[in-house]
Every structure is written in C-alpha cells, then in structure tokens.
T-cell receptor, first 112, second 113 residues
Framework: GEDVEQSLFLSVREGDSSVINCTYTDSSSTYLYWYKQEPGAGLQLLTYIFSNMDMKQDQRLTVLLNKKDKHLSLRIADTQTGDSAIYFCADRRPGGYQKVTFGIGTKLQVIP | DTGVSQNPRHKITKRGQNVTFRCDPISEHNRLYWYRQTLGQGPEFLTYFQNEAQLEKSRLLSDRFSAERPKGSFSTLEIQRTEQGDSAMYLC???????????FGSGTRLTVV
C-alpha cells in the first residue's frame, strides 16, 4: 500500500461529522474505493467513485475527489458508535489486470 | 447466495507444516483475488484468477505458495513449509467485472507457531 497513504487514527464524538483523508500517487487511477473493516472481519465495500467525478453522495457518506492534488476524502455525517472501524482507501490503476491497491487504513474511534 | 465464504476461519499450525485454505466466491463472479493482511497493515495483493486462469501473481507469492481455481468456481491457497512470517489474515475477494468493487470474505487467520 505504499502508493496510497492515509492517516492512522481519527477520533470523533458521536453525532459529529468524520472526515477521513487519503492521497494516492498514480494520476491514471480509474476508480477509487472506500472499504470498512470491523474487528476480526473482512473488508466491506462502502462506496466508490470514478475518476472523472469529483463528488459522490450516498446517504450519510460523501466522497470528494480532487484529481489535481490526488486527494480523496470520505465524510461520514452524524457519526455513530457503529461506525467505529478501520477505513481503507484503495485505487484501481489501468494496465495489467487492474488489481486494487489498498492504503494502510485509518482507525476511526467514535466517542459516545 | 451467502457472499464470499472462506474456510477455515482460524488455523494454527506448527512451523514447517503445510496448510490449505479454501475460498468460495459469489457464484456469478468470474474474478477471484487473494490478499494477505498483517496486523496494522492494509491488504496486500497475492494473486488473481479470471475463471480458472491464474492471470497475475505478486512477487510476495514465493514458491512455497500455490493457488488454484480448477473449475473456475472455488479456489484454494496452499502454503508449504510454513514459516512464522506467514502468520497473517488471508483474504479472498471476488468481483463481477473489472470496474466493480470487490466482495471480501471474512478471511482465514493463520498463526504459525
């Protein structure tokens, strides 16, 4: 995951908004993804954005993409304790078999 | 369909033993991936199948590792002569097409003692 970078930890109070940030290095990335992982579980796809979009909203989730700065963010509105998990940013690049490359993950802690 | 299924959930083995993991993807998905995740890290790509063909392998996949998907349905990942450094969560994922996100299984946690 050395080409996809994320901060390691974020703590927010229940009811506040959370913003998790990610930077990627490959400007030719075609799709960018956010996955959620709860303890002891596999990864769950939350949302994705195509590289020709700059914003996507899905209920409490808003994804913002700044292609110029290669910056991706995930905003969770009205954060709940059930949102506590590790959030992974990932990108898909063209060429080869277009495998998805993951960042190291951001641990979100929601304080009641 | 119950999603991507992986067995076993946990495996403890002695160093030097062989282990095999199984993944049953979502039935309509022709693409299957194996990833490895160590503590505090994101998943790292190991290998990729399209139907029964293994189309890409990571350099992380040493010659002690072998993966198969004989009929384009379930897949197995075998590790021979396990080492302590093989201890990790092994994740399987499948997808319907190249632009779709992956559906992951719950993983197999391997502990080599």
């Amino acid at each position: 995951g050395e080409d996809v970078e994320q901060s390691l930890f974020l703590s927010v109070r229940e009811g506040d908004s959370s913003v998790i940030n990610c930077t990627y290095t490959d400007s030719s990335s075609t799709y960018l993804y956010w996955y959620k992982q709860e303890p002891g579980a596999g990864l769950q796809l939350l949302t994705y954005i195509f590289s020709n979009m700059d914003m996507k909203q899905d209920q409490r989730l808003t994804v913002l993409l700044n292609k110029k700065d290669k910056h991706l963010s995930l905003r969770i509105a009205d954060t709940q304790t059930g949102d506590s998990a590790i959030y992974f940013c990932a990108d898909r690049r063209p060429g080869g078999y277009q495998k998805v490359t993951f960042g190291i993950g951001t641990k979100l802690q929601v304080i009641p | 369909d119950t999603g991507v299924s992986q067995n076993p959930r946990h495996k403890i083995t002695k160093r030097g033993q062989n282990v095999t993991f199984r993944c049953d993807p979502i039935s309509e998905h022709n693409r299957l991936y194996w990833y490895r995740q160590t503590l505090g890290q994101g998943p790292e790509f190991l290998t990729y199948f399209q139907n029964e063909a293994q189309l890409e392998k990571s350099r992380l996949l040493s010659d002690r590792f072998s993966a198969e998907r004989p009929k384009g349905s379930f897949s197995t990942l075998e590790i021979q002569r396990t080492e302590q450094g093989d201890s990790a969560m092994y994740l399987c994922a499948s997808s319907e097409g190249q632009n779709y996100g992956y559906t992951f299984g719950s993983g197999t946690r391997l502990t080599v003692v």
